[in-house]
């Protein structure tokens, strides 16, 4: 899965989008609703440590099963880390193409 996560991250089929809102809920199906919309299922969303610690405690579907790489599962998606990744971002991915998600959280 290291070699899944380089590939992802340094792929040219990506886009940057932008979320606004106050939870990481919203964020996360702002995401996965992304990528559905393109009539494609997240097969993989990448954060760094510490958003994926906050998915874990704050998303009560997430399950934690660490196998080699991976760290668990979100839905229909494999949580994989990287610590290349900074505390605002996510990126949802298949095997096409991907999204970052930029998190713009309010703390009202």
Not at 39 to 47: E, S, Y
Not at 52 to 79: Q, R
């Amino acid at each position: 899965m290291t070699d899944t996560v380089t590939n992802i991250i340094s792929s040219k089929a990506k886009v940057s989008l932008d979320f606004f809102g106050s939870n990481l809920r919203d964020a996360l199906n702002f995401g996965f609703s992304y990528i559905e919309s393109e009539d494609h299922v997240v097969q993989f969303v990448i954060a760094n440590g510490k958003v994926i610690k906050k998915i874990l405690t704050e998303i009560p579907e997430s399950i934690l099963e660490p196998k080699k790489e991976t760290l668990g599962e979100l839905w229909t998606a494999t949580l994989l880390h990287s610590s290349q990744m900074r505390d605002n971002q996510i990126v949802f991915s298949n095997n096409i193409f991907s999204a970052v998600v930029n998190l713009n959280m309010n703390s009202d």
